[in-house]
C-alpha cells in the first residue's frame, strides 16, 4: 500500500529542474531522508509533495489518489508538514497552539472537546513541554518552539509527516528523543516519515529510506544502507566524507 507516491514529477525553481521524472513510493512503516547540499531544493521538493506548490510535471499521489482531488482538510488529517522555522504572528498560549493540530479533525464551527485538550496535552508531555500550558509562545527560547511545533504536528497525527529540518534549534538530547518518537510512532500506526536533514549520521540512524539532491538537480533514492556511503556523501556536498564504524553503528566524518 502506497501512503505517498510521486509519478513522473519534475520541479522547477530558479531555472533550475529538480528531478526530470522522479518515481517514488512512501509505504507504511518507512522513514525517508532527503538530503542534499545548501539550495538543492530539499524544502521546495517537500513543498510540492504536500501540494502547496505545484509541480513543472508528473503527478502526486496520497493513498493511491491524486493529491488535488483531495480537499486542503482531508489533506491535512492524512499529511503533515513541519516547516523550518515557526511564526507566532498573533499571541498564543503553548496549550492553544498544540490544538491547532486538531483543527483538521474538527467540524465547521466546532470547537475543541475534552479528548482534543487530552490529545494535547499528551503531545505536550511527549516533547517535554508538561507544565508550559500556559505559557506565551512569545515567552518560549528557539528550541523550545521547536518541540511545541512537533507537538501540534504529533496533535494533528497524520500518516504522512514531511519535516523541513525538525532539529533546527534542538540541542543534541532532544534531537535524538524527539526523532527516535516521531520514528516509532510513526511505525506504530502504519505511516511514514520524509524528513529533510542536513545531518547524516541522524538520517543513518533514524532512516531507512533516502533521496539525495544532487547539484545538478539529478535525484538518487532507495534503501539508505546502499546510499549513504561515503563516495556518494561526498559528491553530495562537495566535500571529502569518511565514514567510520564503532558499537556497531556508522558514522560519517568530514576528512
Known amino acids: 500500500m502506497s501512503l505517498l507516491a510521486a509519478h513522473g514529477l519534475r520541479v522547477d525553481i530558479g531555472g533550475k529542474r529538480i528531478g526530470g521524472d522522479l518515481e517514488l513510493t512512501v509505504t507504511p512503516g518507512e522513514s525517508w531522508a532527503v538530503l542534499g547540499a545548501n539550495g538543492a531544493g530539499k524544502t521546495t521538493l517537500l513543498y ?8 513543472a510535471a508528473g503527478t502526486i499521489l496520497l493513498e493511491g489518489h491524486p493529491l ?3 480537499s486542503r482538510r482531508a489533506i491535512a ?8 522555522d515557526s511564526d507566532d504572528p498573533f499571541p498564543a498560549t503553548v496549550l492553544e497552539t498544540a490544538l491547532i493540530g486538531r483543527h483538521p479533525h474538527l467540524g465547521p464551527w466546532q ?3 475534552p479528548e482534543d485538550t487530552r490529545r494535547a496535552r499528551d503531545a505536550l508531555a ?3 513541554l508538561d507544565g508550559f500550558e500556559q505559557r506565551g509562545v512569545d515567552t518560549l527560547s528557539g528550541g523550545e518552539r521547536r518541540r511545541l511545533a512537533l507537538a ?11 519535516l523541513d529540518e525538525p532539529t533546527n534549534h534542538l540541542d543534541l538530547h532532544h534531537q535524538i528523543r524527539l526523532l527516535g518518537k516521531l520514528h516509532d510512532h510513526a511505525r506504530a500506526r502504519g505511516g ?14 533514524f532512516c531507512d529510506h533516502a533521496l539525495m539532491i544532487f547539484a545538478d538537480g539529478e535525484i538518487l533514492h532507495g534503501p539508505a544502507d546502499q546510499l549513504l556511503r561515503a563516495d556518494y556523501l561526498t559528491c553530495l556536498y562537495h566535500h571529502p566524507i569518511e565514514e567510520v564504524v564503532g558499537n556497531g553503528q556508522r558514522a560519517f566524518l568530514p576528512a
Open 48 to 55: 510540492t509533495l504536500a501540494g502547496l506548490r505545484s509541480p
Open 68 to 70: 488535488r482531488s483531495w
Open 77 to 84: 488529517r492524512r499529511l503533515g508538514i513541519l516547516l523550518q
Open 111 to 113: 470547537w475543541e472537546g
Open 126 to 128: 511527549e516533547v517535554e
Open 152 to 162: 501540534a504536528l504529533l496533535v494533528q497525527d497524520p500518516k504522512v509527516a514531511l
Open 192 to 205: 511514514a516519515l520524509v524528513m529533510a536533514l542536513h545531518d547524516v549520521n541522524l538520517a543513518a540512524r
